[in-house]
């Protein structure tokens, strides 16, 4: 009997450690259970794609045997990125989508992220999933299994869309690292079919990432894209996680741009063509982004964290674009309302080669704010929601300023503060933001008296 563990049926997704939470014999009851979710919506279409872990393949196969067995038709596609997926999907007018990858996390987790109808699939209906597979509730069918290559539409679409709006743009010089994730292939495709001068680094899909993880918000994992772009003077650098749907950013001097800040370029450019339009930014960002939106005349939404529900929240609002901390970025500006790393890479590059100045003294420009990187505290012995829970019980009975929006962020004279749980690892997110860097250690330092209870640690970023 299949041992299964709730832990793995997440807010957003299904994701866990391979072997523990996420097994062959859970891959073919996915199938099972999302089969049954399919077909009783009317659905009969599917395709499924896979990142470049070593774990992809043998659950690729199990999903896929579960979804013939319940009577769906299905578009099983090459390795690639997360997006590639969604865009195979939303072009071939199929009913749903699953897409096995461990995203950013390591290279010993994996996972399945679920599109229905076009809609993603995630909270209560991932729950609803589990109780399926618990009861064995399946509808039972024979399907049809064909291999399809969607990749050349795909890398078709990236660069016809590029070269639309920004041939007439001066060439840049621009690195890219994909990190041997899901996306390599693509990347190495389209950059020789732009103009200007690039360099790809780690640009074969390797699941062992033999040269560093690939998460680009964590900044050790920027070294190389680092040192490629101040040797060969490039304009600025990319870099993508492990299935391509987060975009990492580094200007021409080096320096790091999180999703919160390069997302005020890509606002200015959306916001000209849509005066007005509403700007949806993740609780972690920086209040500087919503203050710039609401000065180019924008109206900022401050919404929760996670792909799913700033994709429903951008569906819901009908905003042209939406970002977060992490490097999810989300067009439905000229594109199809799904996070797509690529793409967005592809609008920052055609929106810098627009630029008076160089990205470097863009950046330099910006207002200062002094901040704390996305601190994430590992909390296995404990229960994270229960922490966050009880600790805005606490604040709310002090009379302190907070927002719910997620978790708890906390607005005084020094700055802001957040906490909140990570609905994708047994962590605690903390970010802290202010004007000075005195305050801002202050800041920290109220997180940590919150967290002292509990026995948990910050490590002081400020």
């Not at 049926?9 to 939470?21: C, K, L, N, T």
């Not at 995630?122 to 064995?136: A, T």
């Not at 047994?426 to 940590?448: C, F, G, M, P, Y």
């Amino acid at each position: 009997m299949t041992v299964i563990s709730r832990k793995a049926f997440r807010e957003y997704d299904v994701r866990g450690i391979v072997g523990h939470e996420i097994t062959p014999e859970l891959a073919y009851l996915i199938g099972r259970a999302f089969g049954a979710e399919v077909r009783s919506v009317q659905g009969k279409s599917i395709c499924v794609g896979r990142d470049g872990r070593l774990s992809s393949p043998e659950l690729s196969k199990n999903l896929i045997q579960g979804l013939l067995e319940s009577g769906l038709n299905i578009y099983e596609l090459e390795v690639g990125p997360t997006p590639m997926t969604y865009f195979a999907a939303h072009t071939l007018e199929l009913d749903a989508a699953i897409m096995v990858t461990g995203s950013h996390n390591p290279g010993n987790h994996n996972g399945f992220k679920m599109v229905l109808k076009g809609n993603s699939f995630w909270g209560q209906r991932v729950q609803d999933l589990l109780r399926r597979i618990e009861s064995k509730d399946f509808i039972n069918g024979q399907g049809t299994h064909q291999h399809y290559s969607i990749v050349k539409a795909y890398t078709d679409y990236l660069v016809d869309s590029f070269m639309s709006y920004y041939r007439d743009q001066p060439p840049l010089k621009v690195a890219w690292d994909p990190g041997n994730g899901a996306a390599a292939d693509v990347v190495s495709d389209i950059v020789q079919r732009l103009p200007g001068q690039h360099y790809v680094l780690n640009g074969t899909i390797d699941g062992h990432f033999p040269s560093h993880h690939p998460d680009p918000t964590v900044s050790k994992n920027l070294v190389q894209l680092q040192e490629i772009i101040l040797k060969e003077k490039c304009d600025l650098g990319v870099a993508f996680d492990g299935d391509g749907d987060r975009l990492g950013v580094v200007d021409g001097e080096g320096t790091i741009l999180w999703g919160d800040e390069f997302l005020v370029l890509l606002a200015e450019e959306v916001l000209k063509n849509h005066p007005g339009a509403t700007i949806i930014a993740d609780v972690k960002a920086s209040q500087s982004f919503f203050e710039a939106v609401h000065q180019m005349g924008g109206n900022p939404l401050m919404w929760k964290t996670g792909h799913s529900l700033i994709k429903t929240k951008m569906k819901e609002t009908k905003a042209p674009l939406a970002g977060e901390m992490s490097g999810h970025i989300f067009y439905s500006d000229r594109y199809f309302g799904f996070d797509d790393g690529i793409y967005a890479a592809l609008r920052l590059i055609g929106i810098c080669g627009s630029l008076q100045s160089s990205l470097a003294e863009w950046n330099r420009s910006r207002p200062e704010r002094v901040n704390t990187p996305e601190i994430r505290i590992s909390c296995e012995n404990h229960d994270k929601f229960e922490i966050v829970s009880n600790i805005t019980e606490v604040l709310k009975s002090k009379g302190v300023t907070i927002d719910l929006t997620d978790g708890v962020r906390v607005v005084n004279e020094k700055g802001w503060w957040l906490l909140r749980a990570s609905n994708t690892q047994d962590v605690l997110v903390v970010r802290a933001e202010s004007t000075s860097r005195n305050d801002l250690k202050i800041l920290v330092h109220n997180v940590q008296e919150c967290l002292k209870p509990y026995g948990i640690e910050v490590n002081d970023a400020a």
